[in-house]
């Protein structure tokens, strides 16, 4: 089965399940779960180092809280691999540190084993009064992307051409906590771009019952991706390569004075009554599958 196929069977038998983090009341606020798992076959190529496998572990739960305006209480990783070489290891541990500290939580325990291959598997916590769903995306609301798109298409890129140094820095993206918090109370909706653009479109489309209008000559670049894609691929890169990791939300025109300026963000479309389209044209609902 495909990813979207299984994710319908979860959606039947868990009635939470659809965004970005579970949501757990508790006492006077909520708090926000999430977990991933990555592997070295699918998600760290070679010329990855350790302090970025480390930090790029983390970061992909962080962003997760991000995108339901959570603020981090702490991380878990656990980690498997054949050989638990003591080099490697310290690496994979002080990138995972120095991600948390980016993002102002901290790593707080996890579990290791021996496995076939490198599988990390990270949980986030977090908490937050509201929580930022997917749902709630209105006819009228502009859609907005925080920061540039790219980024880890171009890393790609990089690291198969074995311009590592490059490669690494751009594959240790920063989770966008801090504008996931000051979009709380102001976005309508919001999930972060993990899948690829075109699919977070229509997941938020979905899950708010409403369409979309964007436009490609407004998404925000990464200067990388032009340098070391050719243009005919620009287009294929941005909307369904994935793993971007900003957040895709949808904003009341009359709010946008109210958002803090130190939140970068670019208007790319408009909440519509129905399609998810691209340049009037309807925009495919495909994007990176594990």
Excluded at 128 to 143: C, F, M, Q, S, Y
Excluded at 197 to 218: D, M, P, Q
Excluded at 249 to 268: G, H, Q
Aim: net charge negative; with cysteine; aromatic share 6%.
């Amino acid at each position: 089965m495909r990813e979207t196929e299984i994710l319908k069977i979860i959606r039947r038998h868990i009635a939470g399940a659809g965004d970005d983090a579970a949501i757990l009341p508790f006492r006077d606020t909520h708090l926000v779960v999430t977990t991933d798992m990555l592997h070295r076959t699918s998600d760290f190529p070679q010329g990855a180092t350790p302090i970025t496998i480390g930090w790029r572990s983390v970061a992909v739960s962080l962003s997760d809280l991000a995108a339901m305006g959570g603020q981090p209480l702490g991380v878990l990783l656990a980690l498997g691999d054949p050989n638990l070489e003591e080099e490697f290891f310290k690496g994979v541990l002080q990138g995972a540190i120095a991600c948390c500290e980016e993002t102002g939580t901290s790593l707080v325990g996890g579990d290791l084993d021996r496995h076939s291959e490198l599988t990390i598997v990270s949980t986030g916590i977090g908490e937050v009064k509201e929580p930022l769903r997917r749902n709630g995306a209105r006819i009228g609301d502009l859609i907005c992307v925080t920061g540039r798109l790219g980024r880890t298409q171009a890393a790609l890129r990089l690291f198969s051409q074995r311009k590592y140094k490059r490669a690494n820095e751009l594959f240790r993206f920063i989770p966008r906590i801090a504008w996931g918090l000051e979009l709380v109370g102001h976005a309508t909706s919001m999930i972060d771009i993990s899948d690829g653009l075109a699919h977070s479109l229509h997941l938020l489309a979905r899950e708010s019952k409403v369409g979309c209008a964007t436009e490609e000559t407004s998404f925000p670049v990464i200067s990388d991706l032009h340098e070391v894609l050719a243009p005919a691929e620009h287009s294929e890169a941005l909307l369904f390569g994935g793993e971007d990791y900003e957040l895709l939300f949808t904003l009341p025109e009359r709010l946008i004075p109210a958002i803090d300026k130190e939140v970068c963000y670019s208007v790319i479309g408009k909440v519509t009554k129905g399609g998810v389209l691209l340049d009037g044209n309807e925009l495919p609902d495909r994007g990176y599958e594990h």
